[in-house]
């Protein structure tokens, strides 16, 4: 199970444990966005101190609806407990946690201020 809060600011947050190339762990607080199909968003001063490999480029539509292309990265997470690659899109914003590190979860949060989140593995 991960967990996280929700802040005064009505976002939602949650610790990602990612892995650097020497396998040290960092946390990086990331807030949860439905609206972001892929794994995470993270600005490239974190990527560069990860030694992330550069993967590709991927073309990404913002909230506005513009498209841009933006760098991706293999980087591993820890999460349930297990190692894993997953891509990450080099993003100038706050990190972001997408709904395909959720798919195959129950997420449930209490929505007040320091309200508490639980990411549940779904059998």
Same mark, same amino acid.
């Given at each position: 199970? %991960?967990?996280? *809060?929700?802040?005064?600011?009505?976002?939602? !947050? !949650?610790? !990602?444990?990612?892995?650097?190339?020497?396998?040290?762990?960092?946390?990086?607080?990331?807030?949860?966005?439905? @609206?972001?199909?892929?794994? *995470?968003?993270?600005?490239?001063?974190?990527?560069?101190?990860?030694?992330?490999?550069?993967?590709?480029?991927?073309? /990404?539509?913002?909230?506005? @609806?513009?498209? /841009?292309?933006?760098?991706?990265?293999?980087?591993?997470?820890?999460?349930? @407990?297990?190692?894993?690659?997953?891509?990450?899109?080099?993003?100038?914003? %706050?990190? *972001?946690?997408?709904?395909?590190?959720?798919?195959?979860?129950?997420?449930?949060?209490?929505? /007040?201020? @320091?309200?508490?989140?639980?990411?549940?593995?779904?059998?």
């Amino acid at each position: 199970m %991960e967990s996280g *809060l929700v802040t005064a600011f009505r976002t939602i !947050v !949650v610790p !990602v444990e990612v892995l650097d190339d020497q396998h040290n762990s960092l946390f990086i607080d990331a807030m949860i966005d439905t @609206g972001f199909n892929g794994n *995470l968003t993270l600005p490239v001063d974190v990527l560069n101190s990860l030694g992330a490999k550069l993967f590709g480029t991927r073309l /990404v539509e913002l909230a506005d @609806g513009s498209l /841009v292309q933006l760098d991706s990265y293999l980087i591993v997470v820890k999460w349930f @407990g297990n190692e894993g690659e997953v891509l990450a899109i080099e993003s100038e914003s %706050e990190p *972001l946690l997408g709904m395909s590190m959720l798919w195959g979860s129950r997420v449930s949060f209490d929505a /007040v201020d @320091g309200g508490a989140l639980t990411i549940e593995e779904i059998a």
